[in-house]
Nanobody
Framework: QVQLVESGGGLVQAGGSLRLSCVASKRYFNVYSVGWFRQAPGKEREFVAAISWKGRTTKYADSAKGRFIISRDNTKNTVYLQMNSLEPEDTAVYYC????????????????WGQGTQVTVSS
C-alpha cells in the first residue's frame, strides 16, 4: 500500500498561486499514474488532474485547464500541482492518489486517502 502525504495548501487571495506536493512512501509509486482530486464542503470528491508514471501524459478537468499544471519528480517520489489564477471556487481539500489508468473516471488503485491539504481562496 502506498502512503501519500499532501502539503502546500493555504489561504490565498483570488488570482494568487499555490504549489501542492504529494510525497509517496513507496519507491514503486514511480510506476503508477497519479491523480489530484479535491472535495469542497458539501460536495463529492472530484478529479482535478492526472499524470502518467513517466510524466509524458497529463490530463485536466475543464476547471483546471489553462490554470493548473501537474508534474512529477520520480527521483523524489513526488507529484506536484501548480495552481495559478486561483478562484474562490477552487476552495477545497486537495488529495492525491495512485490511479489505475490515466483515463476517465480516474479510479484510485486503492480507496485509501490521505488527510489532504486545505486550499482556501478568498475573494
Amino acid at each position: 500500500q502506498v502512503q501519500l502525504v499532501e502539503s502546500g495548501g493555504g489561504l490565498v487571495q483570488a488570482g494568487g498561486s499555490l504549489r501542492l506536493s504529494c510525497v509517496a512512501s513507496k519507491r514503486y509509486f514511480n510506476v503508477y499514474s497519479v491523480g489530484w482530486f479535491r472535495q469542497a464542503p458539501g460536495k463529492e470528491r472530484e478529479f482535478v488532474a492526472a499524470i502518467s508514471w513517466k510524466g509524458r501524459t497529463t490530463k485536466y478537468a475543464d476547471s483546471a485547464k489553462g490554470r493548473f499544471i501537474i508534474s512529477r519528480d520520480n527521483t523524489k517520489n513526488t507529484v506536484y500541482l501548480q495552481m495559478n489564477s486561483l478562484e474562490p471556487e477552487d476552495t477545497a481539500v486537495y488529495y492525491c492518489n495512485v490511479i489505475k489508468q490515466i483515463d476517465p473516471p480516474y479510479i484510485p488503485l486503492d480507496d485509501t486517502w490521505g488527510q489532504g491539504t486545505q486550499v482556501t481562496v478568498s475573494s
